[in-house]
């Protein structure tokens, strides 16, 4: 029987990531953390990054954002991509459904236009962060170190599931069951998260919001961080 008494909350992870990262250096983090870039142009700081140790992949522009499920961290231009959405704001489009499928991953805004051009100023409203495309390469490097401490980190990963999970508009009781059984298989160290999915097949959440649990039981990211 669940209850209060015995609920485990998240804030019982929030020195978790820290300890882990403790046992790891630098080039582990950047390798385990996959990162994909849309642009239909040449990426300029790509070859410089691959060196860095980040491990990128290139893609031209998508048509459906379940092409991304696979990356933990997204950039994308503004300019020539998001033919498939809504192409009055480019790559806005783009990110702003990427960050309502899949509210876990972290979404980059990148632009060589004006920063206040209608594109840009509709991704700052969805993406996590906004940086100019002529930005230096210690500048995306610093900024990309700073995402992928928060992909390996679960506290902020559920955090992030969570908002996801109230815009959905998913009963309180049924999200701290989720977080409760989060919680209990990240202390286990169980990366397949046996318990989360069985309480997930019996909470009352269905369609978009299990997409969003699912997305975090899938992640390949945990088997690092549960090592």
Known sequence: MFGLSSYKSVLELRDYAKKNRMNQNQADLRSAVKIAVIDDEKFQPYSNLKSYGYDITLLHD???????SGY???LSDLMGVGAHFDQRIGGASLIKEIKTNYPTKIVIAYTGARANSAE???AKEYCDHFLKKDEDLTAWSEMLDAYVKQVM???IMWLNAR?????Q???IRDIV????AYVRS??????DFKLLSQVLSKVNVSGHAKGIVQSLIASAIYSLILA
């Open 62 to 68: 998508i048509s459906n954002t379940a092409e991304v």
């Open 186 to 191: 990240v202390q286990t160290q169980d990366a």
């Open 72 to 74: 933990d961290i997204v």
């Open 177 to 180: 069951k989720l977080e409760d």
């Open 153 to 155: 980190d679960p506290y």
């Open 163 to 167: 908002e996801g999970l109230l815009d």
């Open 169 to 171: 508009e998913i009963d």
């Open 120 to 122: 840009a100023i509709a």
